[in-house]
């Protein structure tokens, strides 16, 4: 189609007389929309979009940054928990006893194997002396009944090993800890294996359910808010509906409420985060101030910049396609 | 050659409603470009079906509508979307932005068209002028008469010189002076070479402007006269 020029007389006062035909004439194309300009065009639309109709998109934003709360607050407590669930559990002390009559050579040797052993953070040998000054020092001024043991030391010999903290899986089968198992020089091994195993199946429980609460968190955030967005859009629907009958690509439409999207995922996300962390400095504060849970609790940390950046992704992700959903259905004229 | 001067051909077109209302049936004909034509016939005869297949509203269920070289038949959404950026259509039920001022219905057709700003604001307010609306232009279509409202829905499309226009009872709620304007508008746009399709029942200002016109009843094309009043 031929374009109209820009410079349009004055239509004449008798209407119809001669007008289109001057309004029409020639054939300069009308300056387009173009580059970065278009950009700012649909970001400039996308806000309108958020401005024509406040309350409800307020509404939007106000579901997102609640359930953007709700998610994030949710992998805050699982993450902290999981630190203190996991950090008690995984300090793995293992003492193991060697025969009266192991060779001091391959006893020597064998620490020296254990100490180069990937899975074991540190390892020390304790002679029968070192294990009876032990029984002394721990007994201190009743101690000296064990005088006479000097000559005819009862305590055997150990090792004792304080293991990497993913050593033990759940069955209690670590390489270190079959390592100690098989080895014909010791008499027997001990590591609070019932405590270990179950502290690592309760951590491993809870990890589970924590993942499949997250999915369904997840789950209902993008059904509660592609709803909230569809009522939006359902209010523009005769809009929609007239831009599409005067020639208005999927595109051109779409563009503008995929931004709005993004915006209502972004201010939701950011008002939501900050009010985790608002709430995160109160709870902390409470915690430091309590004799009893100060003492019980570990320091507690907030979400890692990477994961309050994800999290706000994943609110611009939810907010663009809950758009892009909430729209779909209205782009059939 | 033919096809080149031809901008409408209609080809054993039938429509049916769902579940079994047939609005047109075997409509065969064919239109030249800047022609200027009524489509006539009692209220439910098929004119606003013909207009609504003529833009893509509406798909025909068996035969083909071919506009502007465009198999609608067979149109992709994208082609739908450039077709009737070459339309100008004139509903009946106006079919306005009631939240957008008059100007901005107007300039509408222009941003879809990717205009700058300024300009469409120049030449909605200049096409509003035509149409006797130069003080209403930041008026809401809800403060308008109905007939105002008829005369923001014809510059609106009128707008962007499209190469087809299609007007549905353009002048159903205006008076006799606003009508004659009306039809000097399209009259003048038709001789600018735009192709003009009206319906309308009237038939005192179908035989006053003596143009082709083609007689619809009860969805069948029953005759096509290229001048009425002889």
């Not at chain 1, 992998?75 to 793995?92: C, K, W």
Request: glycine content about 8%.
């Amino acid at each position: 189609m031929t374009e109209e020029r820009v410079n349009i007389p004055e239509p004449s006062p008798e209407i119809g007389a001669g007008f289109l035909a001057e309004l029409w004439r020639g054939d300069s194309p009308l300056p387009r929309i173009q580059g970065y300009q278009l950009l700012l065009y649909y970001l400039r639309k996308g806000l309108d979009n958020l401005i024509a109709l406040p309350m409800s998109n307020a509404i939007t934003v106000i579901t997102m940054a609640i359930s953007i709360f709700v998610f994030a607050g949710f992998l805050l407590i699982l993450q902290n928990v999981d630190r203190i669930v996991s950090g008690a559990g995984t300090t793995l002390y293992v003492t193991a006893f060697i025969k009266d009559d192991a060779p001091d050579k391959e006893v020597m040797t064998f620490l020296q194997e254990l100490e180069k052993s990937p899975g074991v953070k540190s390892a020390r040998y304790l002679s029968k002396g070192d294990a009876l000054n032990m029984f002394r020092q721990e007994l201190g001024a009743r101690g000296s009944f064990l005088r006479g043991l000097d000559d005819s030391n009862p305590l055997p010999a150990s090792f004792e090993l304080i293991l990497q903290p993913d050593e033990l899986n759940i069955g209690g089968t670590g390489k270190a800890i079959d390592k100690l198992r098989n080895n014909g020089l010791l008499e027997e091994v001990i590591y609070g294996s019932e405590w270990v195993e179950k502290s690592q199946s309760v951590i491993q429980i809870f990890r589970y359910l924590g993942y499949v609460s997250l999915f369904v968190v997840l789950a209902v955030i993008i059904f509660l808010i592609a709803n909230t967005i569809k009522l939006v859009i359902y209010s523009l629907r005769d809009e929609i509906a007239i831009m599409q009958l005067v020639g208005a690509t999927d595109g051109f439409i779409r563009i503008p409420f995929l931004l709005s999207g993004v915006f209502q995922g972004l201010i939701g996300s950011v008002v939501g985060l900050l009010l985790l962390r608002a709430a995160f400095a109160f709870v902390n504060q409470e915690v430091a101030n309590s004799t009893l849970l100060g003492a019980a609790l570990p320091e507690l940390f907030f979400l890692s910049l990477p994961l309050v950046f994800l999290i706000a992704a994943l609110g611009v992700v939810i907010g663009s396609v809950g758009s892009l959903f909430a729209l779909g259905r209205f782009l059939n004229v | 050659m033919n096809a080149e001067r031809e901008i409408i051909n209609f080809y054993h077109v039938d429509k049916v409603y769902p579940p079994n209302q047939t609005a047109l049936r075997g409509i065969d004909f064919k239109v030249n470009r800047g022609e200027f034509i009524f489509i006539a016939g009692a209220s439910g005869a098929g004119k606003s079906t013909l207009l609504k297949l003529l833009f893509a509203q509406e798909r025909a269920s068996r035969g083909q509508v071919v506009v502007g070289g465009r198999n609608l038949t067979t149109i992709s959404r994208q082609g739908i979307a450039r077709l009737r950026r070459s339309v100008g259509v004139i509903f009946q039920d106006y079919k306005l932005l009631m939240t957008r001022p008059v100007i901005d219905n107007v300039a509408f057709t222009l941003e879809v068209l990717g205009v700058r700003k300024r300009e469409r604001q120049q030449l909605a307010f200049k096409m509003l002028a035509a149409v006797g609306l130069k003080e209403k232009v930041n008026a809401f279509p809800a403060t308008l008469s109905g007939g105002e409202q008829q005369r923001v829905a014809i510059a609106r499309a009128l707008v962007n010189r499209p190469q087809l226009i299609l007007a549905d009872e353009p002048t159903g709620n205006l008076d006799p002076d606003m009508t004659s304007a009306v039809f000097n508008l399209l009259l003048e746009a038709s001789r600018c070479g735009s192709t003009i399709l009206v319906a309308s029942h009237n038939l005192q200002l179908i035989e006053e402007l003596n143009k082709r016109t083609l007689v619809l009843d009860r969805g069948r094309l029953i005759g096509d006269f290229s001048n009425p009043r002889g």
